[in-house]
């Protein structure tokens, strides 16, 4: 059974094979570094594939604080993936109408798909309501090579500032 090591070089956390060989080291910049692990090339596929070097946990992150204009955030898979996307966003409450969030990717059959929650209304913040905040995390899985996006953007006629953060973070699969 592999067990943490001694802090090293950029690594946070390091696990060891039985015999002191790095396996997996988690790294301050936000990657892990792999030897010897294998990620599947496709959900429910019985060939993985070997990864060695960094592989980022959090894809892509965005903190936006006293927004007025719509903002996206995107990134592309480096191979079939599920992402858990966060997102936190809070209203200044000096605007009128709402801010809507959704969420862009293409599943593994090629087909796009977007999600703006159960209803619009539900996944987006009352720009006139200083209260209104609005935090969801959701599972996604994204076809290798295409991007997953993530945009705030305004109802029609809307306005008003608001903060936004969000998270595309890479789930792996267990071998």
Do not use: C
Request: aromatic content about 10%; glycine content about 10%; cysteine-free.
């Amino acid at each position: 059974m592999a067990s943490p090591s001694a802090q090293e070089g950029g690594s946070f956390i390091r696990y060891n094979d039985p015999y002191g060989n790095p396996l997996v080291a988690i790294n301050r910049d936000g990657t892990i570094a792999l030897r010897g692990v294998a990620f599947l090339a496709d959900v429910g596929s019985p060939a993985p594939i070997q990864v060695t070097g960094a592989v980022p946990v959090i894809s892509a992150s965005a903190d936006f604080e006293s927004l007025t204009t719509a903002k996206s955030l995107s990134t592309t898979a480096p191979l079939n993936v599920m992402y858990m996307v966060t997102f936190y966003t809070t209203s200044h409450g000096d605007g009128t109408g709402n801010l809507f969030l959704r969420i862009s990717w293409t599943d593994l059959n090629g087909v796009p798909r977007t999600y703006e929650g159960p209803a619009a209304a539900v996944f987006g913040i009352d720009l006139s309501d200083p209260a209104s905040v609005y935090a969801s995390t959701s599972p996604v899985v994204v076809k290798g090579g295409t991007s997953i996006t993530v945009d705030a953007f305004y109802d029609s006629g809307a306005s008003g500032t608001y903060d936004l953060s969000i998270r595309l973070v890479v789930v792996p699969a267990a071998v």
